[in-house]
């Protein structure tokens, strides 16, 4: 065992630790894995898998057999998790899922083929088969596909004695858990306890005296990214999961959700680049089918860009520092535009920009995209005036920046405001969008000007 960790001090996983695991699948070793491997946390054995090749991460499987732990293909990507799921038996697979939390066991079920799902389903018990096919049944990613389903209710008259002698007893209650929800009869949800507030309470007191409303409790069918909103609205730690009856279904956690922020913001980050659902561990074929529709649509933007530059062939052709100039143009007005248009769909995300407050935030960006247009069109028209001899076309160009990143400013925020009102994903349109704004934009007013003004000199 490497005493140290099995990460170097970039976080990177250590190569004598990587050699120590590759030589030992190679020898078929299943004592030095189980020593090596049966010891990490999940999220370790994911970045071990990750690091493997797909013939050595099966083999790593294969002999671990059921030393492996299953939950380690919750912390892959899902490439990674298909590759080794589809080359083991659906047999072994039933038989791993019955050792996982449901929310865990749902993620890798997810995934499979129908007619996997069924016959691996079909060979669990049938409490735990009809608990995961109700959660897959659930729209994907929504609260009911994250949710756990195992938790601890208990009915309003039983006395806190009973309740922690019933979490005392019974085997069957999730290994852990931090709040207890009182149910009726019809398991529709009453309220809940913190077990703090059980741990101080007399055992006599019954538990409808201390429990509390559930102010926050989740409808299984809202969207996951709802739900971690409503987490980091209220610095929640778990959230009840109610069905469309205000029934008990399960319970959101956490850890669960740090998961969906984190993938959503990736998510979000991928989109602005125009980059689909696409992992590290996708085929060059797959990565290519991801990228190639936005490529595509920026191709017509950009004929669209060019065919503004086509109005002026005859300009451009009697003034050529016009085509040196154009390209500052159009490129300081993209970025500024790619600037405003991330604080806003980040804002837009985060529920930060709203009705309330999209005029005041209007009017700053406008203002600075006007004062950085200033700033920079003073430079600009400083080095293009001492680089050609001519005043006249620094003061162009200095104009035409003005313009441009003040158009910048403007749809880098426009441009996602009212993709979002009309139910779009601003996220994923708003680049190509603000992009070629800007480029038409700043073609049309710098070439217009030239255009203009050395025609009636």
Request: glycine share 6%; proline share 3%.
């Amino acid at each position: 065992m490497i005493e140290d960790g099995i990460y170097d001090e970039t976080g990177v996983l250590r190569a004598e630790f990587l050699n120590r695991v590759t030589s030992a699948i190679n020898d078929r070793d299943k004592a030095v894995l189980t020593e090596e491997v049966g010891v990490l946390h999940q999220s370790e054995v994911g970045d071990l898998l990750e690091a493997l090749s797909p013939e050595q991460r099966l083999a790593l499987v294969e002999l671990m057999g059921s030393a492996f732990d299953f939950t380690a293909l919750t912390e892959v990507d899902e490439a990674i998790r298909l590759d080794i799921v589809d080359s083991l038996p659906n047999a072994q697979i039933a038989q791993a899922v019955q050792e996982l939390d449901s929310d865990d066991a749902v993620y890798i079920l997810e995934d499979l083929d129908q007619e996997d799902q069924d016959e691996i389903l079909a060979q669990l018990p049938f409490t735990e088969r009809i608990r995961l096919r109700r959660s897959l049944d659930y729209p994907e990613e929504s609260a009911g596909r994250r949710m756990q389903t195992e938790f601890v209710a208990v009915p309003p008259f039983w006395t806190v004695g009973q309740t922690i002698d019933y979490m005392r007893e019974d085997s069957n209650l999730p290994d852990s858990f931090s709040q207890i929800f009182v149910i009726d009869p019809s398991f529709r949800l009453l309220g809940a306890i913190d077990l703090d507030r059980i741990l101080r309470t007399q055992r006599a007191v019954k538990v409808e005296e201390i429990m509390h409303e559930t102010r926050h409790a989740i409808p299984a069918t809202m969207d996951q990214e709802e739900a971690a909103h409503e987490f980091e609205q209220y610095d929640l730690l778990s959230a009840a999961v109610v069905d469309e009856n205000e029934r008990l279904v399960g319970v959101l956690t956490i850890d669960d959700v740090v998961d969906v922020i984190q993938e959503e913001a990736e998510e979000d980050l991928m989109r602005l680049g125009g980059v689909g659902d696409e992992e590290l561990s996708d085929t060059v074929l797959a990565t290519s089918r991801s990228r190639i529709p936005w490529l595509l649509i920026n191709l017509v933007m950009a004929f669209l860009a060019a065919s503004v530059i086509g109005l002026f062939d005859a300009t451009i052709q009697e003034i050529v520092a016009l085509a040196i100039l154009m390209p500052i143009v159009a490129g300081m007005g993209g970025n500024a535009g790619s600037q405003t248009m991330t604080v806003t769909v980040r804002a837009l995300a985060t529920r930060d920009l709203d009705i309330y407050n999209a005029g005041r935030i209007i009017r700053r960006e406008i203002g600075v995209g006007l004062l950085n247009g200033l700033i920079l069109a003073s430079l600009i028209g400083l080095v293009a005036g001492f680089w050609f001899s001519s005043p006249d076309l620094g003061g162009i160009i200095a104009v035409a920046m003005v313009v441009n990143l003040l158009v910048a400013a403007l749809a880098g925020i426009m441009v996602p405001l009212l993709l979002d009102k009309a139910g779009a994903d601003p996220a994923v349109s708003s680049a190509v969008f603000v992009t070629t704004i800007t480029d038409v934009v700043g073609f049309f007013t710098f070439l217009g000007l030239a255009t203009w003004w050395f025609g009636l000199i």
